[in-house]
Nanobody, 125 residues
Framework: DVQLQASGGGLVQAGGSLRLSCPAS????????IGWFRQAPGKEREGVSCISSTSGNTYYATSVKGRFTISSDNAKNTVYLQMNSLNQEDTAVYYC??????????????????WGKGTQVTVSS
C-alpha cells in the first residue's frame, strides 16, 4: 500500500515557523517527485513546493519563495517542508503528494499520482 503521511502542522503566531514531514512508503521513493500542496477554506488546492527525489531540484510557488524550504532524505523516504516567516495567508490544510518522474517544475495538483491526508496549519495574528 502506498502511504504518505503529512504531519507537523499546528497553530503558530504570525512570523513563526513550522516544519512539516512526509514519510512515504509503498513505492520507489528515488524515482518520484514529491510535493507539498495546500488548500485554504474556499480556495482551490495549490502547489506550494516540489522536489525531485532523483535530482534534488526544487520548485517553489512565488508566494512562499524565500520563506519555505523543501528537502528530501532519501535514506528515510521522507520529505520535509520548513516554513518560516509564516503569515495568515499560509493558513491551510497542507498535503504531500507523489508523482513518478522528475517533473518537479510542474508541481501541479492535477499531475500527482498519490496523495496523503493533510495536516492543518493555522497562523494567528
Amino acid at each position: 500500500d502506498v502511504q504518505l503521511q503529512a504531519s507537523g502542522g499546528g497553530l503558530v503566531q504570525a512570523g513563526g515557523s513550522l516544519r512539516l514531514s512526509c514519510p512515504a512508503s509503498g513505492f520507489t521513493f528515488d524515482d518520484y517527485t514529491i510535493g507539498w500542496f495546500r488548500q485554504a477554506p474556499g480556495k482551490e488546492r495549490e502547489g506550494v513546493s516540489c522536489i525531485s527525489s532523483t535530482s534534488g531540484n526544487t520548485y517553489y510557488a512565488t508566494s512562499v519563495k524565500g520563506r519555505f524550504t523543501i528537502s528530501s532524505d532519501n535514506a528515510k523516504n521522507t520529505v520535509y517542508l520548513q516554513m518560516n516567516s509564516l503569515n495568515q495567508e499560509d493558513t491551510a490544510v497542507y498535503y504531500c503528494a507523489a508523482d513518478y518522474g522528475s517533473a518537479y517544475y510542474i508541481c501541479s495538483t492535477y499531475g500527482m499520482e498519490y496523495w496523503g491526508k493533510g495536516t492543518q496549519v493555522t497562523v494567528s495574528s
